[in-house]
């Protein structure tokens, strides 16, 4: 444990900012006082909340130091191997890797806990919801887990498959820049707020398959504030510009990514939704499209006017939300729309730090609620996956951090 | 000859240089940041700095390209930044999928257009011309992702007779491999199990990618033959007495091969660049896969990579189809 913790701060690569930044350890703030105890030892600063849910998460897997070391290559304290290989502790272990098409994973006869009943697990990557569709009702495929709506709603009544559906962490929300005008007038983003049709959204476009949340902790999360307080509401909107000197609306640009968002909706269809709608309210919005990893550059340069993304938690902890949507200084989402309010970060910190339950879930009540009207975001909706499941198949649950564990799965 | 074939091997090499120029430099210019696609949200500035220094980004763009063309003389296309391998070990993984695949694709192509086009030629203006003609139309015509969604919907789907998307099924274990190319693979290794498995997987993407070049083909091998048959020769032959197989077969067909054996030739090409959308409808993992997630993820040593390979498919299977004009037309002679 001492040596899987050490190594992630050491290899210092882009997930060990949970350890570092999120939690304050540094490589001596981990002992092993006897051989069943591991002590951590955090500052002040640091959120005991948060640091639980980070070890409980993939970065705190543990690893074996042998066989890491024995696959050394140079400082990378066997990096490089564990790229295709497995050396941890769970109930499977990973047998063969195939970029692009499959990972097998084959039971571990070492785990520590009951042999999981299931001895072999294929992943394949299908890319076309379609074949997956066809392959689960031919059962060869026992999960499929990226249907469209429309496919949901045709295998529900299929005999020998069932419709599950899981949670995600996930919101898909509009990231308004305060630094480009008139988005810097909080009456002209309470109008967008105001202009957008959720329902339409979550009950058309993904046909109910996500849930309408407005606020910036997803339900599932302590601390989620399930107030809806918005609705589409045009005439309310246009009296908004009205007041915020905009009568005749304003031109805005739209980012959106290319390909499916979370739901089973196209960003594109989700980003013209949202064109039309401004539009009634007399916001023109022109929509430009590019692949994900343009569009955030363009975001994280704070370039981006108004953005179509999505957010998910690092870590199952509201702070995995709250600082990033809040504080400037985490160069987060609240930096990208250039949204400063250094008493709002000051609260989402205590927030992390409080540890007494109804303490804290009031501090978050208090800063989503702000964030909802002032804030620089329209939350859409927070997505549900559907996955088709072969009747045969129990026990398997995906987690809302978007994994899924199948030592409890049977068949 | 050898002397010929030197001066096209030169030309090639000239070819990719020019490419490695162009496609260095344009990767780098357009404005686009591949490090914070690779790091993702939470990369810190000493980070960012170790990973620029990791990949040379952190040079300027002449050194970096000379430092490119320095790898690629030792056979080192960099590493990726997305799959963060070297590139050619990438490469090597993904290619024999794609030539398994376009191979298969090519011979359909071949087995079906090359007999379709002489029929046709023979049977001019008659139903069977009118219907292989209406049918190439259509084949040249249609859009490989949608036939290729056709063909699983009613021959994996519907009917269940040929095995769905991938390689292999999963509960068949791949053979050893040896060349990356699974038919092989199983024949070398005596796995018949896998051997039929991995054909069986071939022939809907092979029919669906191969479906294009079937007609041009088709196309070609009528119109070439159709020009033969009206020549002296075959005339002489038939008054001759020679039986009419003998006088499509060797007399027409082997003086209109030299067309047809450009089209073939660079339909192959064709064929292996052209897989993106039947990968990607077929979950055959190729390069064409390769390159389109090398794409979105802005892994330019990647597509580099992927580029140079095509830059050296092509001058080689045109080199290939000409010393083929050897093969088939004796009066050619290069020198």
């Given at each position: 444990m001492v040596f899987s913790v050490q190594r992630v701060i050491a290899l210092?690569?882009?997930?060990?900012f949970l350890f570092?930044?999120?939690?304050?350890?540094?490589?001596?703030s981990v002992r092993a006082p006897d051989t069943r105890t591991v002590e951590f030892t955090l500052p002040k600063s640091s959120s005991p909340q948060a640091f639980l849910s980070i070890l409980a998460f993939s970065v705190g897997g543990v690893v074996d130091p042998d066989e890491v070391a024995s696959h050394q290559s140079g400082q990378d304290r066997g990096e490089a191997w564990l790229r295709d290989h497995s050396a941890g502790t769970g109930p499977y272990v990973v047998e063969r890797w195939e970029p692009e098409s499959q990972v097998v994973l084959v039971a571990n006869p070492?785990?520590?806990?009951p042999r999981p009943r299931i001895s072999r697990i294929v992943i394949r990557h299908v890319p076309e919801s379609s074949n997956q569709k066809f392959m689960l009702e031919r059962a060869d495929?026992?999960?499929?887990?990226?249907?469209?709506p429309e496919q949901a709603r045709e295998l529900?009544?299929?005999?020998?498959v069932r419709i599950q559906r899981g949670r995600t962490l996930l919101l898909v929300y509009v990231g308004m820049n305060v630094g480009h005008k008139p988005l810097d007038n909080p009456k002209v983003r309470e109008a967008v707020r105001w202009s957008i049709d959720y329902d339409g959204i979550v009950q058309g476009l993904l046909r109910g398959n996500a849930q309408k949340v407005q606020t910036i902790i997803p339900a599932?999360?302590?601390?989620?504030?399930?107030?809806?307080?918005?609705?589409?509401?045009s005439s309310r909107a246009r009296q908004l510009l009205v007041e915020a000197g905009f009568p005749d609306g304003f031109s805005v640009e739209l980012l959106t990514p290319t390909g499916a968002a979370p739901g089973g909706v196209n960003w594109a269809d989700l980003g013209a939704k949202l064109q039309a709608d401004l539009g009634k309210s007399g916001i023109r919005v022109t929509v430009r499209q590019t692949t994900q990893a343009e569009l955030l550059n363009v975001y994280r340069a704070q370039k981006g006017q108004m953005v179509l993304i999505l957010w998910g938690p690092?870590?199952?902890?509201p702070d995995g939300n709250v600082t990033p949507f809040?504080?400037?200084?985490?160069?987060?989402i609240a930096w990208r729309n250039q949204y400063r309010d250094e008493a709002l970060a000051r609260l989402a910190k205590q927030a992390a730090l409080e540890t007494n339950p109804d303490r804290r879930r009031a501090l978050y009540r208090q800063i989503t609620e702000k964030v909802l009207h002032e804030g620089p975001y329209a939350v859409l909706y927070q997505p549900t996956l559907v996955l088709g499941v072969r009747s045969?198949?129990?026990g398997f649950v995906w987690n809302p951090m978007g994994y899924a564990e199948f030592r409890t799965v049977t068949k | 000859m050898a002397r010929y074939v030197l001066r096209r091997l030169l030309a090639i090499l000239v070819v990719l240089a020019g490419v490695s120029a162009l496609t260095f430099f344009i990767s780098h210019v357009?404005?686009?940041?591949?490090v914070l696609a690779a790091l993702g949200?939470?990369?810190?500035e000493d980070q960012i700095r170790a990973f620029r220094r990791q990949y040379g980004l952190d040079r300027p763009l002449p050194a970096q390209y000379a430092i490119y063309v320095r790898g690629l003389l030792r056979g080192d296309l960099g590493l990726s930044?997305?799959?963060?391998?070297?590139v050619a070990e990438d490469l090597r993984e993904f290619f024999p999928a794609t030539i398994e695949l376009a191979s298969a694709a090519w011979l359909v192509s071949l087995a079906i257009g090359l007999p379709a086009g002489v029929l046709s030629a023979v049977c001019q203006d008659r139903p069977f011309d009118h219907l292989a003609r209406l049918v190439a139309l259509v084949g040249a015509s249609m859009p490989v992702f949608w036939l290729g969604l056709v063909l699983l919907g009613l021959?994996?789907?519907?009917?269940?007779w040929l095995p769905g998307p991938g390689?292999?099924?999963?509960?068949i274990a791949p053979p050893p491999?040896?060349?990356?190319?699974l038919v092989l693979d199983s024949l070398l290794a005596g796995r018949w199990d896998a051997l039929g498995n991995a054909l069986a997987h071939l022939v809907l993407p092979a029919l669906a990618l191969g479906t294009f070049s079937t007609a041009v083909v088709a196309r070609m091998t009528r119109s070439a033959m159709l020009e033969v048959l009206r020549q002296d020769y075959v005339r002489t032959a038939r008054a001759k007495g020679l039986p009419e197989g003998r006088v499509l077969l060797v007399h027409a067909l082997c003086n209109a091969l030299p067309p047809i054996l450009t089209v073939v030739g660079i339909s192959f090409g064709n064929l292996l660049s052209g897989a993106v959308l039947t990968e990607t409808v077929f979950s055959w993992p190729g390069l064409g896969r390769y390159a389109t997630a090398s794409a979105v993820s802005l892994d330019f040593p990647a597509v580099m990579g992927v580029t140079l390979l095509s830059a050296v498919i092509y001058p080689l299977l045109n080199l290939l189809v000409d010393l083929g004009y050897l093969l088939v037309d004796p009066r050619i002679r290069y020198g």
């Open positions: 210092n690569k882009p997930p060990a570092k930044d999120i939690a304050g350890l540094h490589e001596a070492n785990y520590w806990g495929a026992d999960i499929a887990n990226d249907l469209t529900g009544n299929r005999p020998g599932g999360l302590f601390g989620h504030n399930p107030a809806t307080s918005f609705r589409q509401d690092d870590f199952p902890d809040t504080d400037y200084e985490a160069k987060s045969d198949v129990r | 357009i404005p686009a940041d591949p949200e939470h990369a810190r930044i997305r799959t963060r391998r070297p021959f994996y789907y519907r009917l269940g390689r292999l099924d999963v509960h491999d040896r060349t990356g190319l």
